[in-house]
């Protein structure tokens, strides 16, 4: 492998990523001003210039490159945002209430594996945003402590982005690139996840065991609920949600559209086809919902934490922390397996696991090229991505989706409060995920 080292811009670019992930951490300033001003500062560093040209073309290619992100992002606030004026998430809602009688615990495994369940069909973005309006309709109006069903929820998505190839972001590119089939995915990555979400719930009831023990739900305000007295505008559910559940069809059987028609979809022009459809036919004024439906400060916060994670890739970091690894393991695809899966845990709780992960599936194939075994490094990738994902309120897309809509409601989390609360399960999960790729791949 090359000789790589830290050069000026190297060390800048770390400097940076530190300033702008301490204001996030201490919630000292708005995180999308300090993500915008960390890339702005890096652009008039001049951080992306060139050897070969003067110019700073590049600067917003890692924006760019995940536009389809951005825009998948907005379709889905847009569609969700339309369908759920049929009321019909909150008849979900009460219908799982009155299945379960009330009870805190059992309201909390059942929300946790409904979120695991769609999020393996739906992907965790767009489950995210059916689950919270719902998690926060619940706590309203049977006084529930919110953090254990929103720790709940945000670990649950995060763990289900690995079971299936359109899960999540990362693990549709991993997919696509190395070229894993669906169901090789879920045989592997998602036979593991089934086991990390027992271990999860185990965990969140254990940590949150007090205030869960302290709600008392009254009985008979649940024998009250009835899930048809929720339903809203039966327009845009007889219509609505068979174009939402369209859209998710179209996203799952994307590649096989491809190879029997040659027909080529991605997941940003679905949704926003999709969403624009549905203001069609239900004359939604376009300024209206972009204002009322789309959470421009997520939008933002993505696009400046893109460059900032961007520049560590521009500057060769994350390609010389490829290279560490295999320098510090000396080959061994064991070692390589345990440092792949717990550090990318760790550090998809710090950096934003998209741009993490897209580059560390070329750093594994620059390993693969010097004759490593790499096939159990996919799978220590792809959960310890997913698994890092839940880590922070920051760490993946439906984190800061989830977190901003909570925090609109009025149910604000501090940052250091949640890390203290997921780090341990992070590195429980990855620990667990490490032993059992050993025992399949290695043993």
Partial sequence: MP????????????????????????????????????????????????????????????ISHNLDVLFFVIGMMILVGIVRDSGLFEAIAIWIVKKVRGNPRLLLITLGYLTLLMTTFFSN?????????????????????????????????????????????????????????????????????????????????????????????????????????????RRVLYRGTPILFLAIFLMMSKEWIRTHTGITLDNASVTLGAAFICMLLFHRQPKRVFRELIDWEIIFFFMGLFVVVGALEFTKVIELLAHGLVQISHGSVGMLTFLMTTGSALLSTFIDNVPYNITMVGAIQAMEKTGIAVYPLWWALNLGTSIGGAGSPIAAACNVIAFGQAEKEGYKTNFAHYLKLALPLVAINSLITFGVLWLKFLH
């Fill in 3 to 62: 000789n790589l080292s830290l050069s000026f811009f190297s060390l800048l670019s770390l400097a940076v990523l530190s300033i702008v992930y301490f204001f996030l951490i201490s919630e000292k300033l708005n995180k999308v001003i300090v993500s915008m001003l960390g890339a702005i500062f890096l652009i008039f560093m001049q951080v992306f210039r060139t050897l070969s040209n003067s110019s700073q073309e590049n600067a917003f290619q890692f």
């Fill in 125 to 233: 973005i767009p489950t995210i945003l059916i689950m919270v309006p719902i998690i926060l309709i619940l706590v309203r109006s049977l006084k529930l402590p919110y953090l254990p069903y929103l720790f709940t929820i945000v670990m649950m998505a995060n763990l289900g982005g690995a079971m299936t190839p359109i899960s999540d972001p990362t693990t549709y590119y991993q997919a696509k690139t190395v070229g894993l089939g669906f169901l090789e995915v879920v045989s592997n990555s998602g036979m593991i996840v089934l086991l990390l979400s027992v271990v999860t719930i185990l965990y969140t009831l254990f940590i949150f065991r007090k205030s869960l023990a302290s709600v008392r739900v009254s009985k008979s305000a649940v024998a009250l609920y009835k899930p048809s007295s929720a339903l809203g505008n």
